[in-house]
Protein backbone atom coordinates (compact mmCIF):
# COMPACT_ATOMS: atom_id res chain seq x y z
CA UNK A 1 0.00 0.00 0.00
CA UNK A 2 1.15 3.56 -1.23
CA UNK A 3 2.47 5.47 2.11
CA UNK A 4 2.02 9.01 1.42
CA UNK A 5 3.81 12.15 3.19
CA UNK A 6 3.61 15.93 2.68
CA UNK A 7 4.97 18.92 4.24
CA UNK A 8 2.54 18.23 7.18
CA UNK A 9 3.50 15.16 8.34
CA UNK A 10 5.71 13.18 10.24
CA UNK A 11 8.65 12.26 8.63
CA UNK A 12 8.41 15.15 5.94
CA UNK A 13 12.04 16.11 6.15
CA UNK A 14 13.48 13.55 7.21
CA UNK A 15 11.83 11.45 3.82
CA UNK A 16 12.47 14.06 0.85
CA UNK A 17 16.32 14.95 2.14
CA UNK A 18 18.78 13.51 -0.57
CA UNK A 19 22.70 12.50 -0.20
CA UNK A 20 23.94 16.20 -1.67
CA UNK A 21 22.67 18.92 1.06
CA UNK A 22 22.64 21.65 -1.22
CA UNK A 23 19.55 20.37 -2.86
CA UNK A 24 16.64 21.45 -0.76
CA UNK A 25 13.41 21.22 -2.01
CA UNK A 26 9.63 20.75 -0.80
CA UNK A 27 7.79 18.33 -3.25
CA UNK A 28 4.12 18.53 -2.46
CA UNK A 29 3.37 14.86 -1.73
CA UNK A 30 5.94 11.69 -1.52
CA UNK A 31 4.66 8.43 -2.37
CA UNK A 32 6.38 5.56 -1.10
CA UNK A 33 5.86 2.28 -3.35
CA UNK A 34 5.64 -0.61 -1.79
CA UNK A 35 4.92 -2.56 -5.00
CA UNK A 36 4.35 -1.96 -9.09
CA UNK A 37 1.06 -0.73 -8.12
CA UNK A 38 1.47 2.06 -5.79
CA UNK A 39 3.60 3.28 -8.21
CA UNK A 40 0.53 3.48 -11.08
CA UNK A 41 -1.39 5.04 -8.33
CA UNK A 42 1.22 7.50 -7.81
CA UNK A 43 1.38 8.31 -11.07
CA UNK A 44 -2.37 8.21 -11.74
CA UNK A 45 -2.59 10.60 -8.99
CA UNK A 46 0.39 13.11 -10.10
CA UNK A 47 -1.68 12.99 -13.78
CA UNK A 48 -4.82 13.94 -12.02
CA UNK A 49 -3.51 16.56 -9.92
CA UNK A 50 -1.22 17.90 -12.60
CA UNK A 51 2.09 17.21 -10.58
CA UNK A 52 5.48 17.14 -12.30
CA UNK A 53 7.34 13.78 -11.16
CA UNK A 54 10.65 13.16 -9.74
CA UNK A 55 11.46 9.69 -9.08
CA UNK A 56 13.69 8.43 -6.20
CA UNK A 57 15.71 5.58 -4.87
CA UNK A 58 19.34 6.09 -3.77
CA UNK A 59 18.81 9.70 -3.82
CA UNK A 60 22.72 10.44 -5.23
CA UNK A 61 21.67 12.43 -8.17
CA UNK A 62 24.77 15.67 -7.60
CA UNK A 63 21.61 17.52 -9.30
CA UNK A 64 18.73 16.55 -6.84
CA UNK A 65 16.94 15.00 -9.75
CA UNK A 66 15.30 12.81 -7.33
CA UNK A 67 13.32 15.51 -6.33
CA UNK A 68 11.04 18.33 -7.16
CA UNK A 69 9.41 21.70 -5.78
CA UNK A 70 5.80 21.46 -5.27
CA UNK A 71 5.33 17.94 -6.92
CA UNK A 72 5.32 14.37 -6.44
CA UNK A 73 8.16 11.68 -5.59
CA UNK A 74 7.73 7.87 -6.67
CA UNK A 75 9.56 6.72 -3.74
CA UNK A 76 10.84 3.67 -4.76
CA UNK A 77 13.15 2.86 -1.41
CA UNK A 78 10.34 0.46 -0.46
CA UNK A 79 10.44 -1.94 -2.95
CA UNK A 80 13.32 -3.92 -1.12
CA UNK A 81 14.59 -7.70 -1.72
CA UNK A 82 17.51 -9.48 -3.95
CA UNK A 83 17.22 -12.91 -4.87
CA UNK A 84 20.00 -15.09 -6.27
CA UNK A 85 20.47 -17.78 -8.61
CA UNK A 86 23.30 -18.90 -7.31
CA UNK A 87 23.91 -21.59 -10.08
CA UNK A 88 22.47 -19.50 -13.00
CA UNK A 89 24.62 -16.57 -11.85
CA UNK A 90 21.55 -14.03 -11.88
CA UNK A 91 20.65 -11.97 -9.70
CA UNK A 92 16.37 -9.99 -9.50
CA UNK A 93 17.34 -7.09 -7.20
CA UNK A 94 14.74 -4.17 -6.06
CA UNK A 95 14.78 -0.86 -7.24
CA UNK A 96 14.79 0.70 -3.74
CA UNK A 97 18.03 -1.72 -3.21
CA UNK A 98 21.30 -0.26 -2.31
CA UNK A 99 24.33 -0.95 -3.62
CA UNK A 100 25.40 -2.52 -0.87
CA UNK A 101 22.63 -4.39 0.27
CA UNK A 102 22.95 -6.04 -3.00
CA UNK A 103 26.89 -7.02 -2.59
CA UNK A 104 26.21 -8.52 0.72
CA UNK A 105 23.32 -11.01 -0.52
CA UNK A 106 25.63 -11.38 -3.50
CA UNK A 107 28.69 -12.13 -1.53
CA UNK A 108 27.08 -14.75 0.56
CA UNK A 109 27.71 -16.82 -2.92
CA UNK A 110 30.72 -15.63 -3.69
CA UNK A 111 29.49 -13.27 -6.60
CA UNK A 112 28.92 -9.89 -7.87
CA UNK A 113 28.40 -7.28 -10.76
CA UNK A 114 29.78 -3.94 -11.77
CA UNK A 115 28.19 -1.66 -8.86
CA UNK A 116 29.18 1.86 -7.55
CA UNK A 117 32.20 2.67 -5.51
CA UNK A 118 30.09 4.20 -2.73
CA UNK A 119 27.39 1.50 -0.69
CA UNK A 120 24.73 4.15 -0.09
CA UNK A 121 24.75 4.14 -3.97
CA UNK A 122 20.84 3.12 -5.54
CA UNK A 123 21.00 -0.01 -7.76
CA UNK A 124 18.28 1.47 -10.26
CA UNK A 125 19.53 4.47 -10.97
CA UNK A 126 23.39 3.61 -11.41
CA UNK A 127 22.91 1.15 -13.29
CA UNK A 128 20.15 2.82 -15.70
CA UNK A 129 22.67 5.46 -16.04
CA UNK A 130 25.42 2.87 -17.25
CA UNK A 131 27.01 1.83 -13.53
CA UNK A 132 30.74 2.63 -13.57
CA UNK A 133 32.20 0.61 -10.54
CA UNK A 134 35.85 -1.30 -9.43
CA UNK A 135 34.93 -4.27 -11.22
CA UNK A 136 33.91 -2.76 -14.84
CA UNK A 137 37.79 -3.47 -16.67
CA UNK A 138 37.47 -7.32 -15.94
CA UNK A 139 33.40 -7.35 -16.35
CA UNK A 140 32.18 -4.04 -18.02
CA UNK A 141 29.36 -1.29 -16.44
CA UNK A 142 26.82 -2.43 -14.37
CA UNK A 143 24.31 -1.67 -17.52
CA UNK A 144 26.52 -4.19 -19.82
CA UNK A 145 25.50 -7.10 -17.20
CA UNK A 146 21.92 -5.75 -17.25
CA UNK A 147 19.92 -8.74 -18.73
CA UNK A 148 15.69 -7.39 -17.62
CA UNK A 149 14.40 -4.66 -16.18
CA UNK A 150 10.26 -4.32 -14.81
CA UNK A 151 8.90 -0.87 -14.89
CA UNK A 152 5.60 0.82 -14.59
CA UNK A 153 5.17 3.33 -17.53
CA UNK A 154 3.91 6.84 -17.62
CA UNK A 155 0.07 5.40 -18.37
CA UNK A 156 0.44 2.93 -15.65
CA UNK A 157 1.07 0.03 -17.62
CA UNK A 158 3.05 -3.13 -15.86
CA UNK A 159 6.55 -3.69 -18.15
CA UNK A 160 8.98 -6.11 -19.05
CA UNK A 161 12.04 -5.68 -21.14
CA UNK A 162 14.25 -8.32 -21.66
CA UNK A 163 15.65 -10.18 -24.52
CA UNK A 164 12.46 -11.24 -25.90
CA UNK A 165 10.21 -8.58 -25.60
CA UNK A 166 10.68 -4.57 -25.38
CA UNK A 167 14.24 -5.71 -26.63
CA UNK A 168 14.49 -1.44 -27.89
CA UNK A 169 13.73 -0.56 -24.03
CA UNK A 170 15.92 -2.94 -22.30
CA UNK A 171 18.19 -1.20 -25.12
CA UNK A 172 17.42 2.77 -24.16
CA UNK A 173 17.76 1.45 -20.15
CA UNK A 174 21.57 0.37 -20.72
CA UNK A 175 22.64 4.05 -20.54
CA UNK A 176 19.78 5.91 -21.25
CA UNK A 177 18.57 7.03 -17.73
CA UNK A 178 15.41 6.95 -15.99
CA UNK A 179 13.69 8.54 -18.70
CA UNK A 180 11.14 5.76 -19.75
CA UNK A 181 9.16 4.67 -17.15
CA UNK A 182 9.66 3.69 -13.21
CA UNK A 183 11.47 0.86 -12.73
CA UNK A 184 10.60 -1.61 -10.05
CA UNK A 185 13.12 -4.51 -10.05
CA UNK A 186 16.29 -5.47 -12.62
CA UNK A 187 17.94 -8.75 -13.19
CA UNK A 188 21.31 -8.54 -13.51
CA UNK A 189 24.26 -11.31 -14.51
CA UNK A 190 26.65 -12.16 -11.74
CA UNK A 191 30.21 -13.23 -11.88
CA UNK A 192 32.50 -15.06 -9.35
CA UNK A 193 34.05 -11.98 -7.48
CA UNK A 194 35.92 -12.95 -3.69
CA UNK A 195 34.25 -12.66 -1.27
CA UNK A 196 37.89 -12.04 -0.21
CA UNK A 197 39.98 -9.81 -2.79
CA UNK A 198 43.42 -7.80 -2.35
CA UNK A 199 42.25 -4.09 -1.92
CA UNK A 200 42.42 -0.76 0.27
CA UNK A 201 44.72 2.39 -0.73
CA UNK A 202 48.44 3.96 -0.68
CA UNK A 203 48.98 7.40 -0.32
CA UNK A 204 52.04 9.39 -0.13
CA UNK A 205 52.65 13.69 0.43
CA UNK A 206 51.05 15.07 -2.63
CA UNK A 207 54.91 16.36 -2.59
CA UNK A 208 55.76 12.98 -4.51
CA UNK A 209 52.44 13.74 -6.71
CA UNK A 210 53.98 14.35 -10.04
CA UNK A 211 56.18 11.04 -9.49
CA UNK A 212 53.79 9.18 -8.18
CA UNK A 213 50.84 10.02 -10.90
CA UNK A 214 53.02 9.33 -13.74
CA UNK A 215 53.83 6.05 -12.77
CA UNK A 216 50.82 5.24 -11.65
CA UNK A 217 49.13 6.44 -14.93
CA UNK A 218 51.65 3.82 -17.10
CA UNK A 219 51.03 0.95 -14.67
CA UNK A 220 46.83 1.65 -15.02
CA UNK A 221 47.01 2.18 -18.30
CA UNK A 222 48.61 -1.36 -19.57
CA UNK A 223 47.35 -3.20 -16.62
CA UNK A 224 45.16 -6.94 -16.57
CA UNK A 225 41.43 -6.41 -16.39
CA UNK A 226 41.30 -7.83 -13.05
CA UNK A 227 43.07 -4.69 -11.79
CA UNK A 228 40.16 -1.73 -10.95
CA UNK A 229 42.26 1.08 -9.90
CA UNK A 230 42.40 4.75 -9.53
CA UNK A 231 44.28 7.75 -8.97
CA UNK A 232 42.76 10.43 -5.89
CA UNK A 233 43.79 13.87 -4.47
CA UNK A 234 42.64 13.87 -1.21
CA UNK A 235 43.72 15.24 2.40
CA UNK A 236 44.60 12.98 5.03
CA UNK A 237 41.66 11.81 7.49
CA UNK A 238 41.81 12.27 11.27
CA UNK A 239 41.94 8.54 11.54
CA UNK A 240 45.14 6.20 12.92
CA UNK A 241 45.86 4.43 9.63
CA UNK A 242 46.97 7.39 8.65
CA UNK A 243 50.25 8.90 10.38
CA UNK A 244 49.82 12.12 12.22
CA UNK A 245 51.93 13.78 10.30
CA UNK A 246 49.69 13.28 7.09
CA UNK A 247 46.48 14.05 9.02
CA UNK A 248 45.18 16.98 7.47
CA UNK A 249 47.72 16.91 4.69
CA UNK A 250 47.28 16.96 0.63
CA UNK A 251 48.15 13.36 -0.67
CA UNK A 252 48.45 11.47 -3.75
CA UNK A 253 46.63 8.10 -3.29
CA UNK A 254 45.92 5.12 -5.39
CA UNK A 255 43.06 3.16 -4.58
CA UNK A 256 43.35 -0.71 -6.01
CA UNK A 257 41.10 -3.69 -6.16
CA UNK A 258 42.59 -6.48 -7.84
CA UNK A 259 40.10 -9.40 -8.54
CA UNK A 260 42.67 -12.08 -9.79
CA UNK A 261 44.88 -14.42 -8.30
CA UNK A 262 46.24 -12.49 -4.99
CA UNK A 263 49.55 -14.02 -6.05
CA UNK A 264 49.86 -11.73 -9.10
CA UNK A 265 47.63 -8.47 -7.53
CA UNK A 266 50.55 -8.67 -5.12
CA UNK A 267 53.40 -8.79 -7.81
CA UNK A 268 51.58 -6.19 -9.60
CA UNK A 269 50.88 -4.01 -6.57
CA UNK A 270 54.92 -3.97 -6.13
CA UNK A 271 55.18 -1.34 -8.75
CA UNK A 272 53.72 0.85 -6.35
CA UNK A 273 55.05 -0.33 -3.03
CA UNK A 274 58.94 0.60 -4.95
CA UNK A 275 57.81 4.00 -4.68
CA UNK A 276 57.76 4.16 -0.73
CA UNK A 277 54.35 4.77 0.01
CA UNK A 278 54.15 6.45 3.53
CA UNK A 279 50.52 4.84 3.91
CA UNK A 280 49.92 1.00 2.26
CA UNK A 281 46.35 -0.51 3.85
CA UNK A 282 46.34 -2.79 0.49
CA UNK A 283 45.76 -6.78 1.69
CA UNK A 284 43.47 -9.13 1.36
CA UNK A 285 39.98 -7.93 2.22
CA UNK A 286 36.18 -8.62 1.54
CA UNK A 287 35.26 -6.93 -1.77
CA UNK A 288 31.75 -5.54 0.22
CA UNK A 289 33.95 -3.71 2.64
CA UNK A 290 36.16 -2.50 -0.65
CA UNK A 291 32.72 -1.35 -2.18
CA UNK A 292 32.33 1.11 0.99
CA UNK A 293 36.25 2.24 1.37
CA UNK A 294 34.99 5.76 -0.06
CA UNK A 295 31.65 6.09 1.28
CA UNK A 296 31.02 9.87 2.70
CA UNK A 297 28.41 10.42 5.11
CA UNK A 298 25.07 12.40 4.20
CA UNK A 299 24.31 15.55 5.13
CA UNK A 300 28.00 17.33 2.99
CA UNK A 301 27.53 19.40 -0.08
CA UNK A 302 28.36 18.01 -3.43
CA UNK A 303 29.02 19.10 -7.15
CA UNK A 304 30.54 17.48 -9.53
CA UNK A 305 31.84 16.76 -13.38
CA UNK A 306 33.58 14.43 -15.52
CA UNK A 307 34.95 14.15 -18.98
CA UNK A 308 36.29 11.32 -21.39
CA UNK A 309 40.32 11.31 -22.39
CA UNK A 310 41.46 9.14 -25.13
CA UNK A 311 45.19 9.68 -23.12
CA UNK A 312 46.19 11.73 -19.94
CA UNK A 313 49.71 13.29 -20.93
CA UNK A 314 52.07 14.46 -18.84
CA UNK A 315 50.50 17.91 -19.15
CA UNK A 316 46.90 16.67 -18.20
CA UNK A 317 48.81 14.92 -15.07
CA UNK A 318 50.66 18.54 -13.93
CA UNK A 319 46.91 20.27 -14.75
CA UNK A 320 45.33 17.74 -12.33
CA UNK A 321 47.55 17.80 -9.68
CA UNK A 322 47.59 21.66 -9.42
CA UNK A 323 43.59 21.72 -9.33
CA UNK A 324 44.06 18.81 -6.21
CA UNK A 325 46.94 21.05 -4.55
CA UNK A 326 44.30 23.97 -4.82
CA UNK A 327 41.06 22.34 -3.50
CA UNK A 328 39.09 24.77 -1.62
CA UNK A 329 37.51 22.20 0.57
CA UNK A 330 40.21 19.28 2.29
CA UNK A 331 36.84 16.88 1.94
CA UNK A 332 37.00 16.61 -1.93
CA UNK A 333 38.21 14.01 -3.91
CA UNK A 334 39.32 14.22 -7.44
CA UNK A 335 39.71 11.86 -9.32
CA UNK A 336 41.11 9.54 -12.41
CA UNK A 337 40.41 6.47 -13.09
CA UNK A 338 40.97 4.35 -16.09
CA UNK A 339 38.79 2.70 -18.79
CA UNK A 340 39.53 0.18 -21.16
CA UNK A 341 39.17 -3.44 -20.65
CA UNK A 342 36.24 -4.66 -20.89
CA UNK A 343 34.32 -1.29 -21.26
CA UNK A 344 35.55 -0.87 -24.25
CA UNK A 345 35.46 -4.83 -25.85
CA UNK A 346 31.36 -4.50 -25.50
CA UNK A 347 29.66 -3.96 -28.53
CA UNK A 348 29.47 -0.47 -29.22
CA UNK A 349 25.53 -0.66 -30.04
CA UNK A 350 24.68 -2.88 -27.21
CA UNK A 351 23.87 0.04 -25.26
CA UNK A 352 23.32 3.98 -25.81
CA UNK A 353 26.48 4.90 -23.94
CA UNK A 354 29.11 6.64 -26.27
CA UNK A 355 32.60 6.57 -26.74
CA UNK A 356 33.30 3.14 -24.97
CA UNK A 357 36.81 3.80 -26.20
CA UNK A 358 37.94 6.50 -23.94
CA UNK A 359 40.89 5.09 -21.73
CA UNK A 360 40.56 7.47 -19.10
CA UNK A 361 37.77 9.81 -16.89
CA UNK A 362 38.61 12.77 -15.08
CA UNK A 363 36.47 13.13 -12.41
CA UNK A 364 36.49 16.56 -10.09
CA UNK A 365 34.19 15.93 -6.61
CA UNK A 366 34.07 18.61 -4.39
CA UNK A 367 32.67 17.71 -1.08
CA UNK A 368 32.25 20.62 1.76
CA UNK A 369 29.91 21.46 4.74
CA UNK A 370 29.57 24.80 5.03
CA UNK A 371 26.82 26.56 2.45
CA UNK A 372 29.04 29.90 2.42
CA UNK A 373 31.82 28.10 0.60
CA UNK A 374 29.23 26.96 -2.23
CA UNK A 375 30.73 29.81 -4.80
CA UNK A 376 34.23 28.50 -4.32
CA UNK A 377 33.87 24.81 -4.39
CA UNK A 378 31.49 24.87 -7.86
CA UNK A 379 33.99 27.41 -9.24
CA UNK A 380 36.76 25.17 -8.50
CA UNK A 381 35.13 22.34 -10.54
CA UNK A 382 33.90 24.76 -13.18
CA UNK A 383 37.79 26.05 -13.12
CA UNK A 384 39.58 22.39 -13.37
CA UNK A 385 37.17 21.92 -16.35
CA UNK A 386 38.59 24.45 -18.58
CA UNK A 387 42.11 23.93 -17.56
CA UNK A 388 41.75 20.11 -18.47
CA UNK A 389 39.79 20.99 -21.62
CA UNK A 390 42.69 20.40 -24.10
CA UNK A 391 42.89 17.02 -23.66
CA UNK A 392 39.08 15.74 -22.85
CA UNK A 393 36.77 14.12 -25.75
CA UNK A 394 33.65 15.58 -25.28
CA UNK A 395 32.24 12.63 -24.13
CA UNK A 396 31.15 12.11 -20.85
CA UNK A 397 29.63 9.59 -18.57
CA UNK A 398 26.42 11.08 -17.04
CA UNK A 399 26.41 9.59 -13.58
CA UNK A 400 29.38 11.58 -12.83
CA UNK A 401 27.76 14.47 -13.65
CA UNK A 402 25.22 17.51 -12.08
CA UNK A 403 23.12 19.59 -14.43
CA UNK A 404 25.07 20.80 -17.42
CA UNK A 405 22.22 21.14 -20.21
CA UNK A 406 21.45 19.18 -23.20
CA UNK A 407 24.36 19.53 -24.94
CA UNK A 408 26.45 17.66 -22.79
CA UNK A 409 23.22 15.00 -22.53
CA UNK A 410 23.68 14.65 -26.62
CA UNK A 411 27.31 14.38 -26.15
CA UNK A 412 27.40 11.36 -23.50
CA UNK A 413 25.25 9.30 -26.54
CA UNK A 414 26.37 10.60 -30.09
CA UNK A 415 24.02 11.77 -32.61
CA UNK A 416 22.76 8.58 -33.73
CA UNK A 417 22.56 6.35 -30.91
CA UNK A 418 20.46 9.90 -29.07
CA UNK A 419 18.10 9.96 -31.79
CA UNK A 420 17.37 6.36 -31.30
CA UNK A 421 16.65 7.67 -27.59
CA UNK A 422 14.40 9.81 -28.50
CA UNK A 423 12.45 7.24 -30.63
CA UNK A 424 12.01 5.25 -27.65
CA UNK A 425 11.15 7.93 -25.26
CA UNK A 426 8.72 8.95 -27.70
CA UNK A 427 7.13 5.75 -27.74
CA UNK A 428 6.96 5.08 -24.46
CA UNK A 429 7.06 8.17 -22.36
CA UNK A 430 5.36 11.07 -25.36
CA UNK A 431 4.18 13.43 -22.80
CA UNK A 432 7.68 13.75 -21.12
CA UNK A 433 6.32 12.97 -17.31
CA UNK A 434 9.93 11.43 -16.71
CA UNK A 435 11.50 14.74 -17.03
CA UNK A 436 13.25 15.01 -13.91
CA UNK A 437 16.75 12.86 -15.15
CA UNK A 438 19.08 13.99 -17.50
CA UNK A 439 16.19 14.32 -19.79
CA UNK A 440 16.29 13.12 -23.22
CA UNK A 441 13.01 14.97 -24.46
CA UNK A 442 10.35 13.01 -26.97
CA UNK A 443 9.34 14.86 -30.85
CA UNK A 444 6.35 16.05 -29.50
CA UNK A 445 8.28 18.59 -27.09
CA UNK A 446 11.79 18.65 -29.22
Partial sequence: MTRWCGPDDAGYDEQRALFNAMIDRRPRVIAACTSPADVAEALDRAARDGLAVAVRSGGHSVA???????????????????????????????SGCTWGEFDAVAQEHGLATTGGRVSTTGVAGLTLGGGSGWLERRHGLSCDNLLAVELVTADGREIRADENQHQDLLWACKGGGGNFGVVTALEFRLHPVGPTILGGLLAWPLARGAEVARTYRDWADDAPDELGSGLVVISGPPEEFIPPYLQGEPLIAVAVCWSGDHRVGEDLVQVLRDLSPDV????????????????????LRQYWSADHHDAFPDDALDVFLAAGAGRPSPLTQHLLLPWGGAVARVDPDSTPLGQRGARWVSHPFATWADAADDDANVAWVRAYRRANAPFTTGGVYLNFIGDEGEERIRAAFGAEKYERLVAIKSEYDPGNVFSGNQNIRPRATV
Fill in 280 to 299: DLVGPMPYAQLQSMIDDPPG
Fill in 64 to 94: GQSTNDDGLVVDVRPLKGVEIDAAGRRARVG
